[in-house]
């Protein structure tokens, strides 16, 4: 739990700091367990955000702007009743718990002066935001619990205010080093485990920290530690906790150095994973929630419409390939066609032979050498004039069918293919605006369908190919989807670059820039080739086949799908997938 109660302490002070004096302006309800109160006075303006969000709760400053529900909800109007256009006059933190609460003053229906406290309580799913009275009476909250919810603790309206329950757990910031020295005494236990089980507000983020600050270890057995040991670990916790007493913080959040991932956030400098990970550092507490759920909102927000359009994609290829097997049966049945028209013509030929209730007649087929006999199938229903002209219609229709087949089945084929690059396409997607790309490709190839929000919006600039270059300077363009793709092959590049794709095989279009007067080293080929490799479905081979031509032999059929071309006069080089370096 990133927000523990260390990080809510200096947030509170923050808070306290920039609110007190402040007026509320407005009070809007985002979304159903999120506020955002507009504050205003002499020390400048702010957006407060409060989420009672079961899996983000958090309080911050937002800095974008925010759309409101057109019809206020319940508790959004019971607040702008209580609160707006009241003071704040203080924020704290109780008992370092993971709660804020903002005492408000403000006049009430009667003209006097009352102090309301809105609290939030940060704790996962029991996360909540809860207005009080003067008497610490529940007016109501943004989540009503009642006994089928919970049958510890009620928040209704009309009950007293209970703190969320307590686990036994002592006020780290009332500790001395004894205190820290005893609680390393179960030989069972992490000596990290030992401090979180014994403190509230303490995550294990922040456990681990104060045993490596300790003894250059995170996580070790209280078993293997020595006295001197544990009189180190509890130094550095008293040492911690005393600095979060005197508002000493240095709020970071830690990014993964090999992934570029957030891996969590503190209000502390983070050192327990050393070089595996970035450390950046931010003035304010609340900057940093607002900066890292921005970006983790971002990252979700990508990977739920990565997972609609591939649901999409996917339920699509099964759509061809089960079309494409039933076309291959069908016209496999076509082939049949020469043998129904030599029937037709031996019943007619022999049409004297047969009477109306044969079944089947044995028949000299003349138009196989040897001249041997065939059994021919007849309707009794019929006559065998009729039987004749039965096998003529399915000739003629299995010949129709057989073109028009064909001409269904390279379609199908073809939009397998398409398909195909397109879930590539979003495999590899590694931002928001790619897959916005993407989806405006499924749009107007049909695959996905607008409503009505979607059509008012203005379509987005094209997005550029990614940027490169090669050691010895040659300039390259990477096409990241088909749109990208159609739009570097077929209006940025000139005739004299070099276009690259692997061969047979899904991948982006490579595009290395001709230079007036300078030939394209051997080097650079490689290079480009091995980029072309990369964003592709063999990034992960070696030795992958990579064809390469001038832009000038390469041409896109009209009517074809985006990102499908033809190219003649091409060499072809195989090599390992390489990563280009963004520019």
């Not at 409060?50 to 400053?61: D, E, G, M, T, V």
């Given at each position: 739990m990133a927000l523990d109660g260390v990080f809510i302490n200096a947030l509170t002070k923050e808070f306290n700091e920039k609110f007190t004096g402040l007026r509320i302006d407005k009070i809007y309800q985002p979304e159903h367990d999120e506020l955002l109160l507009l504050l205003h006075g002499k020390s400048g303006s702010?957006?407060?955000?409060?989420?009672?969000?079961?899996?983000?709760?958090?309080?911050?400053?937002?800095?974008?702007?925010?759309?409101?529900?057109?019809?206020?909800?319940?508790?959004?109007?019971?607040?702008?009743?209580?609160?707006?256009?009241?003071?704040?006059?203080?924020?704290?933190?109780?008992?370092?718990e993971r709660v804020i609460r903002f005492e408000i003053e403000s006049i009430n229906a009667f003209g006097d002066l009352t102090v309301k406290t809105l609290v939030i309580e940060i704790m996962g799913r029991h996360?909540?935001?809860?207005?009080?009275?003067?008497?610490?009476?529940?007016?109501?909250?943004?989540?009503?619990?009642?006994?089928?919810?919970?049958?510890?603790?009620?928040?209704?309206?009309?009950?007293?205010?209970?703190?969320?329950?307590?686990?036994?757990?002592?006020?780290?910031?009332?500790?001395?080093?004894?205190?820290?020295?005893?609680?390393?005494?179960?030989?069972?236990k992490k000596a990290d485990k030992c401090i979180l089980d014994t403190f509230k507000g303490v995550s294990p983020l922040v456990a681990r920290e104060i045993v490596y600050r300790g003894i250059g270890i995170a996580e070790i057995y209280v078993s293997e530690l020595s006295m001197s040991k544990k009189l180190d670990i509890a130094t550095e916790g008293y040492k911690l906790f005393q600095a979060v007493l005197n508002g000493e913080f240095a709020p970071c959040y830690l990014v993964s150095r090999e992934t570029k991932k957030h891996i969590d956030f503190s209000a502390f400098h983070i050192t327990q994973y050393?070089?595996?990970a970035e450390v950046q550092f931010f003035d304010s507490p609340a900057l940093l929630v607002y900066e890292y759920y921005k970006e983790r909102g971002k990252k979700e927000r990508a990977q739920r419409r990565n997972a609609e359009l591939m649901k999409v994609v996917t339920n699509n290829i099964e759509r061809c390939i089960k079309k494409i097997e039933r076309q291959t049966r069908e016209l496999a049945d076509t082939e049949k066609k020469e043998q129904w028209k030599i029937?037709?013509?031996?019943?007619?030929?022999?049409?004297?032979?047969?009477?109306?209730?044969?079944?089947?007649?044995?028949?000299?087929?003349?138009?196989?050498?040897?001249?041997?006999?065939?059994?021919?199938?007849?309707?009794?229903?019929?006559?065998?004039?009729?039987?004749?002209?039965?096998?003529?219609?399915?000739?003629?229709?299995?010949k129709t069918a057989q073109l028009e087949l064909a001409k269904q089945l390279k379609i199908a084929r073809e939009e397998l293919l398409y398909l195909e690059s397109v879930e590539e396409e979003i495999e590899k997607a590694e931002t928001a605006e790619a897959l916005s790309q993407i989806a405006e490709e499924l749009y107007e190839e049909g695959y996905l369908r607008r409503n009505t929000k979607e059509k008012k919006k203005k379509q987005n600039k094209q997005a550029?190919?990614?940027?490169?270059?090669?050691?010895?300077?040659?300039?390259?363009?990477?096409?990241?989807?088909?749109?990208?793709?159609?739009?570097?092959?077929?209006?940025?590049?000139?005739?004299?670059?070099?276009?690259?794709?692997?061969?047979?095989?899904?991948?982006?279009?490579?595009?290395?820039?001709?230079?007036?007067?300078?030939?394209?080293?051997?080097?650079?080929?490689?290079?480009?080739?091995?980029?072309?490799a990369f964003y592709s479905k063999a990034r992960n081979s070696e030795n992958v086949p990579v064809d390469y031509t001038k832009i000038k032999f390469v041409k896109k059929p009209s009517g074809a799908k985006p990102g499908f071309v033809i190219y003649t006069d091409n060499n072809t080089v195989y090599v390992t997938p390489r990563k280009a370096e963004e520019k």
């Open positions: 702010f957006k407060l955000c409060l989420s009672a969000n079961a899996s983000i709760a958090r309080a911050y400053i937002e800095e974008d702007e925010k759309s409101s529900k057109s019809e206020p909800p319940v508790f959004c109007m019971l607040l702008r009743k209580h609160l707006l256009g009241g003071k704040i006059i203080r924020v704290f933190q109780p008992d370092f996360s909540n935001i809860i207005l009080l009275d003067e008497n610490e009476k529940i007016l109501d909250s943004i989540k009503r619990v009642d006994f089928s919810v919970s049958s510890l603790r009620q928040i209704l309206p009309g009950l007293k205010y209970e703190n969320p329950p307590s686990q036994g757990k002592k006020n780290p910031l009332s500790c001395g080093v004894g205190e820290f020295l005893k609680c390393l005494e179960d030989n069972d050393e070089n595996l029937w037709g013509e031996l019943i007619t030929a022999n049409i004297y032979k047969i009477n109306k209730s044969d079944k089947t007649v044995c028949l000299e087929n003349y138009y196989e050498e040897g001249m041997p006999e065939v059994t021919i199938p007849l309707d009794t229903s019929v006559t065998p004039a009729q039987n004749a002209q039965r096998y003529f219609k399915k000739y003629s229709k299995a550029m190919p990614q940027e490169t270059r090669t050691t010895d300077g040659f300039c390259v363009f990477i096409g990241k989807n088909n749109k990208q793709n159609d739009f570097l092959t077929c209006k940025m590049a000139h005739n004299n670059d070099l276009w690259f794709h692997t061969k047979d095989i899904h991948g982006s279009h490579v595009v290395m820039r001709y230079e007036q007067g300078r030939e394209f080293t051997d080097n650079a080929i490689l290079e480009a080739a091995g980029f072309a």
